[in-house]
């Protein structure tokens, strides 16, 4: 990354550059199952006309289902980085983001001209958020949850008590159907104040179609989307969100999740047997380490050259270059990882 850029705008996809085994990108897979390709293949036809209000009514009926809302409480997205991008247009006077987090929203928010207060939570007690941390001024709360790169899953009642009146709290999900049951999900309540973004990139390997939407009360949606464009997600992007609320797919989901919990737990057992290497506890489909002080960023750059992409957590605020992020993968990817990893701090120790 160049040292003069923004660190905030710098994401895993920079890291993993072609030719690298990508532990640096949370996306499961390296692209969406056979169904669903036949669903988006079959919008192709349709790509002469514009994305219609049917469809995008069809799309947000599928997500209230999915979450017991109605539809008028969905905002169909062009990915969950468009509602961060769309923050600015409720006009906060002070944001609070949780930190370390994803950076997007404070990207976003400051280059509106947003004040910005970091709420930071420490690795001393598991990264868990205390809402009494966050200033009373604060009239916009962010936070992920699970949060990235952590893998925190904050309780869902820690995050009710950061609602308070005149504040709207955004609640980042994109990792939640990750997650077994989706436990400490608010994506089903109708609170005042209360925003929910969820992301389809992740777990069904659509990073490039970009689909997801926002849940909250229709007068927030309405603010949050008032500059929008016309036709703003794409006619494939709209099957998507609709194929992937469907009782079918929330179910194939839902047994993703629990294979990646047993994968999860043994790629943390193999990393932890590094001598040297911390695997901090988490939910989410990547797992965050913590290195010998002051080896981190030799490592990396040791494990680059042994043809590994892992994700830099310095460009995260609270973290620095001896974390880094590393994605749940397969058995034989993980052994290729542990022995780099093993040879990398071997090496700057010598």
Known sequence: MDSGADPLRHHGDVDA????????????????????????????????????????ARARAAVAARHGRRPDEVLVLAGAAEGFALLPALRPRLAAVVHPGFTEPELALRTAGVPVVHVFTDAADGHRLDPAAVPAGADLVVV?????PTGVLHPAETLRALLAPGRTVVVDEAFADAV??????VAGESAPGLLVLRSLTKTWGLAGLRA??????????????????????????LEAVVACSEPAAVAEAELAAHRLVAARAE????????PGVRVLPG???YLLLRLPDGHGERVRLALRTAGIAVRR???????????????VRPAPQVARLVLALSEALAGVRA
Not at 144 to 148: A, K, L, S
Not at 267 to 274: E, G, N
Not at 313 to 327: I, M
């Open 313 to 327: 957590c310095d460009t995260f605020p609270g973290l620095d270059a001896d974390h880094l992020r590393v994605a």
């Open 212 to 237: 997801g939407y926002a849940l909250g009360a229709p007068e927030v949606l309405a603010r949050l989307g008032h500059a929008r464009p016309h036709w703003p997600v794409s006619t494939p992007a």
């Open 267 to 274: 790629q943390a057992a193999a990393l932890a047997a590094v």
């Open 144 to 148: 992920g949850n699970p949060t990235n």
């Open 180 to 185: 077994p049951g989706e436990p400490e999900s």
């Open 283 to 285: 939910t989410a489909p």
């Open 17 to 56: 550059a072609p030719g690298l085994l990508d532990f640096a990108v949370n996306v499961q897979g390296s692209g969406p199952p056979r169904w669903l390709r036949d669903r988006l293949a079959a919008t192709l036809d349709d790509l002469g006309r514009y994305p219609s209000a049917e469809h995008d």
